[in-house]
């Protein structure tokens, strides 16, 4: 009989050995490593071979991997690495995602001890954003589908009548959801899934400090009201991607609580931070939504994917999605034995066991030391604006708030096209060359190097080093000659 099992453990046993020795080396050594480099052509053509018909075994697998795949990594290991909004991950995650994949459990339904594993993760990550008991919680692939199991929650609950059997066909009005101009762009995905469409997703402009302007908000949801239009949602960011800038939450609980309208958070970047002693106050009102994304591949270092939805009303939570036919029918033993199945809370019905890497990686480092690296992170984020600020070269484009800084190059009496061109290329140069690898964004029309700093390895020298780098480069590009072969 063939089976998938090797034909000799100890072979197996030898060569497993040989994979963590040689990953523990690797992420020990990855400080001297380039940041970043990309992947060569002939490379890149090693991965258009179609499927083997037969297998080469595990040994030639590997070795496949450790040539064409290890050297060209993302780079999100790496202590200078701060693009986008990356974690760095574990190595306990890392063996802890090895032990999830051997024992292989369908964390969907049963009654079996990861089921107990994800339970008490969400229980954790509940206790503290400050949710009752009575909330539930899922853990899912990460922020964006976190937001839309919220939005699916929030449409369910909102909706005057019954929008699991009619859908969106039996609306008779538009129903809307509310969130400022600087909401992350995986919420117009979930609006557009849910069948909302994108305009459903009223746009409110922000302040100075990016925070959502709660007078225009107001106004914009009794205008659509008088209009005839549903408001239903107001999506508050804990934590925005370009700035980091956390809502007013206090003031928008408030309006949603006078308004009768679901206040979902979208923490994919900051909710976590509650750990933070140094943050946790930006984050007050947190406790007071009804539904809170976070992600715990991001701030929290669980290798990807991990990210969480919370809902205050784990009943409607439920509502929103239960669904037994009868081959999935509880029983009252054996191994359907539970009436709680995760099934029951989000679209998905087989689904990994995401938790254990979490569950290990409180268990071994601790809540408190996820917070003093966050508020690490945020001390780090001030340093390099101040960095920046006593530069005269270099610009600070938006307020830090927690662990983002926006900065750019600047040239005299050069326009926004030309600082904008120069920053591009500077940018991209840091990365090509491996020396530090933030990522861009554009603020107010001007093009920003941004450094998102949810990094456990960096350390202050590697930010004097971005510093130095950019002005070095920046020098390097200025003296071109001819700036406009940069337009
Ligand atoms: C504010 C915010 N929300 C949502 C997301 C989406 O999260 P994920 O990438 O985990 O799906 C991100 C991603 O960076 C984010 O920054």
């Known amino acids: ?36 480099q990309a992947v060569p052509d002939e490379v890149a053509a090693f991965f258009q071979e179609p499927a083997p018909q037969e297998g080469a075994g595990l040994e030639a697998a590997y070795a496949d991997f450790q040539r064409y795949v290890l050297p060209y990594p993302l780079g999100n290991l790496h202590p200078r690495f701060w693009a986008w909004y990356v974690g760095s991950g574990s190595m306990g995650g890392a063996l802890a995602e090895f032990l999830a994949a051997a024992l292989n459990p369908n964390v969907g339904n049963g009654s079996h001890a990861a089921v107990l594993v994800e339970r008490q993760v969400i229980d954790w990550l509940k206790a503290a954003i400050g949710f009752p008991a009575e909330a539930s919680g899922l853990l899912v692939g990460g922020g964006s589908m976190a937001n839309v199991i919220g939005l699916a929650v929030a449409r369910f609950a909102g909706a ?20 400022s101009s600087e909401v992350h762009s995986c919420m117009q995905k979930a609006v557009e899934l849910l069948g909302l469409g994108n305009r459903s997703l009223r746009r409110i402009p922000v302040l100075p400090d990016y925070r959502i302007d709660l007078a225009a908000l107001a106004a914009a949801i009794a205008e659509d009201r008088q209009a005839g239009a549903l408001p239903i949602c107001v999506v508050g960011s804990a934590g925005t991607v370009n700035t980091g800038a956390i809502d007013d939450l206090p003031a928008l609980a408030d309006l949603c609580a006078r ?89 998905q019905l087989s689904r990994g066991f995401l938790a254990l890497k979490a569950w290990m990686s409180i268990k071994e480092h601790g809540l408190a030391r996820f917070g003093r690296l966050m508020d690490q992170n945020v001390a780090q984020a001030h340093d390099l604006a101040r960095l920046i600020a006593a530069e005269p070269r270099l610009e600070l484009m938006a307020p830090v708030v927690l662990d ?72 390097e590009v200025e003296h071109l000659g001819n700036r406009n072969m940069l337009l």
């Open 404 to 475: 983002i800084v926006c900065f750019r190059h600047c040239v005299e009496g050069a326009d926004d096209a030309v600082h904008n061109a120069i920053n591009r290329e500077i940018l991209l140069r840091l990365q090509e060359r491996g020396i530090a690898i933030p990522s861009s964004t554009v603020l107010r029309g001007q093009f920003c190097i941004r450094v998102a700093i949810s990094n456990h390895r960096s350390r202050d020298e590697d930010f004097r080093a971005l510093v130095a780098a950019v002005l070095a480069i920046g020098e």
């Open 160 to 179: 005057p009548f019954d929008v699991r059997a009619e859908g969106l066909t039996g609306a008779p009005q538009r129903l809307l959801v509310y969130a």
């Open 259 to 347: 308004e009768k309208l679901w206040l979902h958070v979208d923490g994919a970047i900051g909710a976590v931070a509650v750990l933070a002693p140094g943050v946790r106050g930006f984050l007050a009102g947190i406790e007071r939504a009804d539904s809170v994304a976070l992600d715990l591949h991001k701030w929290l270092h669980v290798p990807y994917e991990a990210g969480c939805v919370l809902v205050r009303d784990g009943e409607v939570h439920r509502r929103a999605f239960t669904l037994t036919p009868p081959y999935l029918a509880p029983e009252t033993r054996g191994v359907a034995g539970t009436d709680f199945w995760f099934g029951d809370y989000g679209p």
């Open 1 to 36: 009989m063939e089976t998938l099992d090797p034909p000799d453990w100890t072979a197996l046993r030898a060569l497993g050995h040989r994979m963590v020795d040689d990953m523990i080396d690797y992420v020990a050594g990855v400080r001297d490593q380039p940041a970043w």
